[in-house]
C-alpha cells in the first residue's frame, strides 16, 4: 500500500498491511491476467434457458468436455479449447434455437412491437437480448453490427422475424456471449486489468 508521502502512514481509505499476509504477497503490485473463460456446455445450455425458455425440444450435442485426474472439473480455462468441431456445433446450435425461438415464442425475446416501426424496434430488441446474452449492456460498434445482421436477415428473409432470427443466431455465437470476460473494475486514470 502506499504510504503518504507527508507522514510515511498508509493514506486516507488505504487500510494498513495485514501482519498475517504471506511474505510472497506483500511486494506483489501487479495482478496477473484471469484467463479467457469460454461457457461450459452446461453453462451454454443454462445461459440459453434463461434468454430464450424452454429449449429442450432442441437437440444440442457438444463435443464432451475435457478433464484429467489431476484436475476433474470442465472450467478449467487453460484447458479449454474451441476445436473447429466445437465452433461448427455453435454455429448448429444457434441456428436450431433461433429458429425455435422466432417459431414458437419470440414473445419471450422481443421487448416491443414491430408495427410502430420495424428499424426502432430491432434496436430496441438487440439492446435488451445481445445485453442479457453478453451479461452487461452492448457498446456502439456492437449495436451496429448487431443492427446489420438484423437488416441482412431481414432484408434476406422477407420479414422482420427473419431479422431477429439472425440476430439471435449471431448472438449465440459470439465471443461477449460463448466467453466471460473478467474484467477489473476502472480506477480513475488507470487501465482495466484482464
Known sequence: MPPDPGTGKPGPGVL????????ECVD????????LRRLTNADYINSV???LGDVSAVTMDFTPELTTEDYPFRNKASEQQTPPVLTFQYLTIAEKLAQ??????????LTCDPATGEPACAKSFIASFAG???????????ASVLMSVWQVGRDT???????????????????????RFELSPAVAGKKLIP
Open 100 to 109: 425455435d425461438v422466432v417459431k414458437n415464442r419470440l414473445s419471450r425475446v
Open 28 to 35: 506483489v503490485t501487479d495482478v496477473d491476467a484471469t484467463p
Open 132 to 142: 442479457k446474452a453478453f451479461r452487461r449492456p452492448i457498446d456502439a460498434d456492437q
Open 49 to 51: 434457458t434463461d434468454l
Open 16 to 23: 494498513p498491511p495485514n501482519p498475517n499476509t504471506p511474505k
Open 157 to 179: 428473409g422477407a420479414s422482420f422475424n427473419a431479422g431477429v432470427e439472425a440476430v439471435i443466431t449471431a448472438v449465440l455465437q459470439m465471443p461477449e456471449f460463448l466467453y
